[in-house]
């Protein structure tokens, strides 16, 4: 039915369309309607595979067993479209560990053989990015690890490219680049005072600390209070979030220098809450990284408590014009 897939701590279920409709979610045939219908279905998807079974959620985990659901493919040969269901029920437009996790599913399917790039097509239903999000893949090995490069493409700067419209985006300096100060996060901490908005398919916004002792521990982003702040920040408006900055929500990270090239991450998503480690997050934050000087264009490292996460970035003519990120995924015991 189901299988779950670890990506750097990153934990996806994937199961087919015709899988799922067997267990009675009323999923519709096409991933078009399917994403423009999902409040009929999500939420018992959800329940259906994500949920633990009555008796059996260890101590002290999280209310789920999954960081979301993987629905697809829709079809046997490539393009393959899928849906990336959070489990508050909403649509993901992207998701770097989900996406390597769902080429790997295929991959053990037999539905993707050889060296040959493939596309994988994200539906979803968030009005501010256009649907479906494409993604090309091709499987690659770097240091004797066997995976996938992404290409996440070329990123969006600025709080026009996430649709922030909250009275509390300003403006601030970093590096003599121009940055956004955010009043809900500068609010909670003295050293979250400089952030960037990042699209990479879906919006980001990245706070830069100086001290990498400003970072919150991945235990801080589970502490109620925080953990409440940041929920209004991050969900989507209507659906436990306040829309500030960002109407359709926003995932939160925040970004420390370690070394050349090299930058330690945290991360809190739209929809899920505080996660291990997340693709797309850190190809938000290595583009950020870039964009304020801290990083040069080439091999960057992002390190999230669920793992490092290596990145090509390429510049040209002064800008970013492409991210892709690598990533492994196993099936989970």
């Not at 998807?45 to 067993?65: E, L, N, T, V």
């Not at 999000?133 to 770097?142: D, E, S, Y």
């Not at 991450?265 to 290595?286: D, I, L, Y």
Request: aromatic share 6%; glycine share 10%.
């Amino acid at each position: 039915m189901a299988r779950f897939y670890d990506a750097r701590g990153n934990i996806y279920a994937v199961i087919t369309p015709d899988a799922l409709r067997t267990l009675g979610v009323p999923l519709p045939q096409l991933p078009t309607q399917a994403a423009t219908r999902r409040q009929a279905w999500t939420a018992h998807a959800i329940a259906a595979i994500c949920d633990w079974p009555a008796g059996q959620r260890p101590s002290g985990s999280k209310s789920h067993r999954s960081d979301g659901l993987l629905v697809g493919p829709f079809q046997d040969t490539a393009p393959f479209d899928l849906l990336i269901v959070n489990t508050d029920g909403t649509l993901a437009e992207r998701s770097g560990n989900g996406l390597t996790i769902f080429a790997q599913s295929l991959t053990d399917s037999a539905l993707i053989t050889g060296s040959a790039p493939f596309a994988l097509r994200v539906h979803h239903d968030n009005a501010d990015s256009l649907s479906p999000v494409a993604t090309q893949a091709v499987a690659a090995t770097v240091e004797d690890v066997n995976g996938f490069w992404l290409d996440i493409g070329a990123p969006g700067f600025g709080p026009q490219a996430v649709a922030a419209t909250g009275a509390g985006v300003g403006s601030a300096m970093l590096n003599d680049r121009e940055v956004n100060r955010i009043e809900p996060i500068a609010a909670l901490h003295p050293g979250w005072q400089t952030s960037v908005f990042v699209r990479v398919g879906n919006p980001h916004c990245v706070t830069l600390v100086t001290d990498v002792d400003d970072l919150p521990s991945f235990e801080d982003l589970h502490e109620p209070e925080l953990n409440a702040a940041l929920t209004r920040i991050a969900f989507v408006a209507g659906e436990s979030g306040s829309g500030d900055p960002c109407p359709g929500g926003v995932n939160l990270q925040w970004a420390a220098r370690l070394g050349p090239n090299r930058i330690a991450a945290r991360v809190f998503e739209r929809g899920e809450g505080p996660t291990a480690s997340s693709g797309t997050s850190a190809s938000a934050v290595a583009s950020a990284a870039w964009f304020c000087g801290w990083v040069q264009a080439g091999l960057v490292e992002v390190v999230m408590p669920g793992g490092t996460a290596p990145l090509r970035l390429t510049e040209r003519d002064g800008r970013l014009q492409q991210v892709q990120l690598f990533g492994t995924a196993r099936i989970k015991a």
